[in-house]
């Protein structure tokens, strides 16, 4: 059960880098806990911007924002809340975030702003509609992201095995509803091959999905390596674009610059440029490194460069000196590629799972990266070869519990037809009904009470 | 001097039979209005009751303290048990009935019941005052006043009989149709469609070569249908079977051309479950051979319906058709097959009281909301009675659940269906079949009946003490370990009896206790784990249906809806979320932004009546 006014906070403007970030936090108590990330005794006073000092204590430099305050009965929830302003630099609010965590402020679940308006009789029923339209119309990409796998390949997928399924209970059906015109229900020896087919169907359906959250949320993807090891470079390359200053100065890129990659078919890509590691000589380099370890550990992807002209074993070293934790997630990419006249054999360098060459300079020096890039953020797609889908958490537990009853539904099939045990067509039709169910859960075409918190869930986070 | 009256049911069929008794015996003076007296409780096709799901419909009227079953049991001459190969919640009864004799019973029953009088004559038009219903005009122009008025038309309205190129008004061969009403609906603002039934021909039993055929046997010792007479025990008549060949699919494609269906004559739609020879022969032309059942009409008649072979072909084809079956050479034809066209109401119009959305104290019954089926018209009629006579007496209106009767199912599709064809009751309709069992419909129902006054206190005891010794019985069962497991467990297994229990536990006496005790506790035990799994399906879904979609709800001003799922909710009007959620064209997440609106109006509500929030 949720504590309907447990303190909640969320970033309630766009990802990535840019000018303003609003991060709103709702709930009881909620502006006391704030104090524990402000510098000194401020007092905030309701709808009046005060300017504070957040302290971070992962030791990142303080930033300064405003905190404008609305309390409880006079904000968009109707609980006690605040909007924090401050600079939007991606780490800094992940790392804000974080600290309220730890403030017991938790991450708000998508749409958990909105709910509450509700659920407080704070917005009206034209209100309602009106935040229905809009999260429909903004949350485009996140439907995007869904409807790829929904009213794609997965889905025709699902409906198909759905299909077969009913098919069955359909026959059953016929038998017990028209036995007075001799229909009658199929043998279970006939029952059971089909039930196998559909079984390894779903298995195969299930084989070595990917790991969850990818395929609705962004994939994160983080450029790292050594000053100047062209990062920055590679993100222009990517990107088509030049955001990031590039030059052949070493360390560049002082601040994280993120942008969103769209490509046709690829979840949406948050691309992110860090400072280069290793050689940074001031204090606030230092600082950004710290700040990089945290994008490093949200990284679903590294990209990581090295200059393709250095000795094997620098970069043998290099890589065997990351820790294992990102060397797992990490590609080795060869940048620079149009600059040296060979590709080295990096047999030796302790076998990263993807070695790449990158130029990025020339057509089709590209190539490599983008299409590792392509089959990677795809991979998971259905395809004639057997390779699976990505899933989502809930998307596989009903696949698993569609794949169990149907597989109680087959032993149950076999028994009888060892046996020579008549089938009986009334129960096994609310077997496969489950089964059926189960698959129509992930399509979205079977209904209960639950489809609220669902589309709830649907609302960008922080609406 | 106009007569006036509580309540005018029209039409006497078996929806006008149990709508007029149900409200007579519930206290209001009934006026039952229909073109013939002596028609009353007709059986206008098939000699038959009951059936897959059908039999199901019986069983619960009767436990509610309908008519239908008992009427059966007084004059069935043969009995047979569907589905006994398959498990008890998809078994049914289905009974051959003596026609005559049937009408004569129920005639009876009206004549027999204290408020209740009959009125021959046409209903053309509906008088209206202050924006209700408030009584008849016959054809003669004589009024008649009533509060409330239940059409239970039938077939009747601007019916029309086909038989090859010929056509003659009437909804049932012998009688006229009614002209007017359709017209006067209409004018009312209601939206009316066209459906189409058909019945095969009649023949003379003593022309008949019996020796060709082969022999359908009943039961010996049914049950019978009703829950408060013993069970029936008569001298049980047979049936028989022969087949068609394809020698008659091929004189029916020769002449399929002359068929109303296929030239064009007729715009109503037929039902696919229950299709004439010449659909047959159409749409499975791989099929070499349909079977045909040759049931009598009763026992002092020389009727025989030959069922199966339900056509609207020309005379001559249909005398070549039956002339080619096994043991038909010779046959005699009293009656030709014919379709009937007719006006329906689409049963969106109707709540699931059976009163009408648009004109309050107007109800529709039967075949006029779109349905077929004795059984079907027969469970409309009960509940249009029953909430016609309640809402005079300004009781709550009487609904069952989805999960509580097949008249529920009933009730809770109508509602929400636009009938391409008839609606039939199928078992599948129903969800929670294995709870909705013909077996229990007195452990489901006949409470229900009681306390709506149709049901005696006695047979309710009754009923209580039955259901008392299948408890304990069960108890007993639960906690009685033999080997280790307990008793039930026995029964649980494949084929297992329950006098396989007698020698394991002779001191339980399981052998002295009541055969129908014993069955319900084999059933119980048997379907348990899937009841149970019902049960928790029934109580997740519940909650939905107790989110009450009030009436002014305007589905258009929502605008997180899709056009589809706006246009079906305008269109059916759910009274509740679940019953949104059933409509076809309606998803998940449009329930879902439904949900959303119908809080936010609810809060609206609250914060507008000062009301605290919770």
Redesign the interface.
Known sequence: MHDDNEPIAALATPHGPGGVAVIRASGRDVLSKLAAVIDGDVELRARIATPVRIRFADGAPAIDARALAYSAGASYTSEESVELFLPSSPPVLRSLLEQLRRAGIRAAEPGEFTRRAFLSGRIDLTRAEAVVQVIAAEDLESARAARRVLDGDLAREIERLGDSIHNLIALLEAGLDFSEQEVEPPAAAWLLTQARDILAHLDRLCRNPVSAHRSTARVRVVLWGRANAGKSTCFNALLGRDSAITSPQAGTTRDPVGAELVRDGWPTVELLDLPGAHDAADRSEKAAIALAAKDLEDADLILYLVDASRSVASITREWGSLPDGIKARAWLVLSKADLTAARPSLDGVGAPPTQLALSATTPGGRQELEMALASHLTRGRWDARGAAYLFTDRQRSKLTEARAALREVADDLSRRDASAEPVQPELLSIDLRDVHGSLEEITGALSTEETLDKIFSQFCLGK | MTQSFDIVVVGGGHAGCEASLAAARLGARVCLATLRSDTIGALSCNPAMG???KGQLVREIDALGGAMGQVTDVTAIQYRT??T???E??QSL?AQVDKTQYARAMQQRVRATERLSVLEGAVEDLLVRDGRVAGIVLADGSEVSARAVILTNGTFLRGLMHTGEERTEGGRVGEGAIAGLSGALTRLGFESGRLKTGTPPRLSKASIDFSQLEVQPGDDEPDGFSHFTPPPRREWIHCHVTRTDAAIHDLIRDNIARSPMYSGDIEGVGPR?CPSIEDKVVRFPERTGH?VHLEPEGVDTDSMYINGVSTSLPADVQEGVIRGLPGCANAKFLKYGYAVEYDFFPPHQIRVTFETRNLPGLYLAGQICGTSGYEEAAAQGFLAGVNAARALSGDEPFVLSRDQAYLGVLADDLVRCDPREPYRM???RAEY??LLRHDNADLRLMEVGESLGLVDHASADRLRAKRATIESTLETLRGRFVDGAPLIKILKR??ADISDLYPIAPDLDLAELPVEVLRQVAISAR?EH?IT??QNQID?LR??EEWRLPESFTYE????LRNEAREKLSRFQPETLAQA?RIAGV???D???L???L???F??E??AAGGS?S
């Open positions: 059936g897959v799901g569907l589905n190969s398959k498990g919640a998809v289905r479950y079977t199928f078992t599948s079949r294995l494949p084929g379907y899937y799994r019902q997740k909650r939905m001003s929502i605008s997180g959620g998803t998940p997440a329930v879902s932004i949900m959303v609106a809080r936010a109006s809060d609206a609250r914060l929030r």
